[in-house]
């Protein structure tokens, strides 16, 4: 079986990657590496494209045939989505679009999207299940909402089916240090707290301390990046084997506050972190955890890295990994 991972030298791409050639796909990656890494692509066939070229991707289509698409190539800052909407709204679906496009025109059927929580908006309330109600609030959750109704009318139309997985929080690294997160900018909160416990950064922001939670700062569901990973490759083997269209979220299915979490890192760490309280941001849920009953029941999946220390673990061992490399350079 061949799969074209698009975006796949980013983040969760790259895991994918890694993880799809582990289990025996063929696998060719496409990225314009605007926020990816070559490097972080550990096999497979490499295209150096974007999705916004249809002419590039007809031919790539005609040259290879593939068997299913993942896509991992969205923009994903809600704060920037909000000051630059066209620039979300021109990738996330436009492009999208165009990818779909060329996969209708050459017969490619089975399709992975990586969506996002953010289509939900404010949680009426958590956990957050399939049937909530999708009342996205930024242009970032807009644009993910859009591409799932059109996933939804091309299902029907063109017979491209496809399964939606919405993200609560991914987070971790590879358990052998391989692969982990190199955003730039970084705005997740597990690598900023590692980056202040290396010393690569001065401090992190606690936005807000009056949420009614137990300790007042924000709860959320973070997804160790191989469980997230896993989930995909058990919706692509359904699709694969005539499956239908869906949607799924995923999450541990546990909250963990701001306060905790940094407490952990600490535990983990052995580091002093120092913490910087700041108001909150305007959008941000006292809660937001994740609902993820119907893709245990219909994927046969579980998270088998679900306890935090785990996740910072792992990340931590990615953060010191990262440091040993920008000494290296200085």
């Not at 990046?225 to 269209?245: F, K, N, P, R, V």
């Not at 535990?267 to 937001?288: M, W």
Request: aromatic letters at 8%; charged letters at 20%; proline letters at 4%.
């Amino acid at each position: 079986m061949k799969v074209l991972v698009v975006g796949g030298a980013g983040y969760i791409g790259s895991h994918m990657v890694k993880m799809l050639l582990d289990a025996g796909y063929e696998v060719v990656t496409l990225d314009n590496l605007v926020a990816g890494y070559r490097d972080a692509v550990l096999g497979g066939e490499f295209i150096y494209g974007d999705i916004a070229d249809y002419v590039m991707l007809n031919h790539l289509f005609s040259l290879h045939h593939f068997d299913a698409v993942m896509h991992f190539a969205s923009h994903i800052q809600v704060g920037e989505s909000v000051r630059d909407p066209a620039k979300y709204y021109r990738n996330n679906v436009t492009n999208t679009q165009n990818l779909l496009d060329a996969m209708v025109a050459q017969g490619i059927r089975h399709f992975i999207f990586s969506s996002s929580a953010a289509i939900f908006g404010e949680p009426h309330y958590t956990p957050v299940d399939e049937a909530h109600p999708k009342i996205p609030i930024n242009p970032y959750g807009h644009s993910k909402l859009m591409v799932e109704q059109i996933l939804a009318d091309y299902d029907r139309a063109y017979g491209l089916t496809s399964v939606c997985l919405r993200y609560f929080n991914a987070a971790g690294a590879h358990p052998d240090c391989l692969l982990g997160e190199r955003h730039n900018p970084e705005t997740h909160l597990i690598p900023l707290i590692l980056q202040v416990a290396s010393g690569r950064r001065e401090a992190v922001s606690v936005f807000g301390r009056d949420y009614p939670t137990a300790d007042g700062t924000c709860i959320r569901d973070y997804i160790h990046i191989m469980d997230l990973c896993q989930a995909h490759l058990h919706a692509l083997e359904q699709l694969m084997h005539g499956g239908t269209s869906a949607a799924y979220n995923l999450g541990n299915g546990d909250g963990f506050s701001v306060q905790q979490v940094i407490n952990e890192a600490r535990k983990v760490t052995g580091r002093k972190i120092k913490i910087i309280d700041a108001p909150r941001r305007e959008g941000d849920p006292a809660e937001l955890v994740a609902d993820s009953t119907l893709a245990q029941k219909k994927l046969g999946w579980l998270p088998c890295y679900a306890e935090l220390e785990t996740i910072i673990r792992h990340a931590w061992q990615w953060e010191c990994k990262q440091l040993g490399s920008h000494q290296s350079q200085d």
